[in-house]
Structures are given as structure tokens and as C-alpha cells.
């Protein structure tokens, strides 16, 4: 292997949502932790199943496996915490995961135009093709309340 081709690879952790395997860049992942009791609310969304209380932080919990597997799982084995950007703005989310996680280095071929908005790219491990999932814009967040706010106001909007 060269000094070219190692530069070229990177960090990610394989996670298991039902039979399906899909990766996060290990620069995202804040930590794997077991299950806990996650905390609903009545006006979540249903991309938000509640939030779960982690080291003096509340992380939302949010469901991906409808987007990602076209049905929602209930099993959990860990949840995935990690970071998710918000514009400037960096905060958790846990995401549920089914099986065991792994660490492995990979090189990541990008996203395709055709590609869907949340998947970043794509590995070839163990001679699978394995997502590479963009949290950003798979987990919900407050895009439309940022959109909004920096709208301008009209003249008879101001005081």
C-alpha cells in the first residue's frame, strides 16, 4: 500500500439496522451506549421517537430505519450518538441500532446526483456496497425555523 492510497482512507463505523448494514464517519460518533429509557412527547414528529438523557445532555432519538428500510424497527440493541450539524450549530442524536457496530478504514467513493439526499457516499466492505449516511440531513432538525428567521422582515414587520 502507498503513501497516497493511506491518506485516502478513513474512519467509519458499520451499524446493523435490521438485516441491513449502513456506515457513519467516525468523526460523527460521539459514543455507543445501551438502551435506556427514552422520554416521549405528544407533539414530536414522527421522525423523533422521544429523547433519552446522556451525560447531563438530552438527545433526541431519531428514527431512521423507516426512511432507510422502508419499515420501522422496535428492537433495539445501542444506540449510536452522534453529532449532527445544525447550520453552525453541533448537537447529539441518537440513533437506534439493531446489531453490533464495527470500526473499519475505507476508502469512500462520493454520492451520486441520483444518489438520495441522505446518503454521503459509498464503501465496498467484506464485498458489500455499504451506505455512507449523511446525518444531517437524515435526522430531523430546525431547518425551516432557520430558514424563517433569516428571512428578511418587511418594513411594517419591524418596531
Not at 450539524?85 to 447529539?92: C, D, I, L
Request: aromatic share 6%; charged share 25%.
Amino acid at each position: 500500500m502507498t503513501v497516497s492510497t493511506e491518506l485516502e482512507l478513513q474512519s467509519f463505523v458499520l451499524l446493523r439496522l435490521g438485516e441491513r448494514r449502513f456506515a457513519v464517519s467516525a468523526t460523527q460518533i460521539a459514543e455507543l451506549v445501551a438502551p435506556s429509557r427514552v422520554f416521549r412527547f405528544p407533539h414530536r414528529t414522527s421522525k423523533l421517537e422521544g429523547v433519552i438523557l446522556r451525560r447531563g445532555r438530552i438527545v433526541p432519538v431519531c428514527e431512521v430505519s423507516e426512511i432507510l428500510l422502508g419499515k420501522r424497527l422496535t428492537s433495539r440493541r445501542f444506540y449510536l450518538i452522534a453529532v449532527r450539524n445544525y447550520g453552525a450549530q453541533r448537537e447529539w442524536v441518537a440513533v437506534p441500532v439493531t446489531g453490533e457496530c464495527e470500526l473499519i478504514n475505507a476508502e469512500m467513493m462520493p454520492a451520486a446526483e441520483s444518489d438520495a439526499p441522505h446518503v454521503a457516499g459509498w464503501l465496498s466492505h467484506d464485498g458489500d456496497v455499504i451506505e455512507v449516511l449523511n446525518l444531517d440531513t437524515l435526522t430531523p432538525g430546525p431547518e425551516q425555523a432557520l430558514l424563517k428567521s433569516a428571512a428578511p422582515q418587511s418594513e411594517e414587520g419591524r418596531p
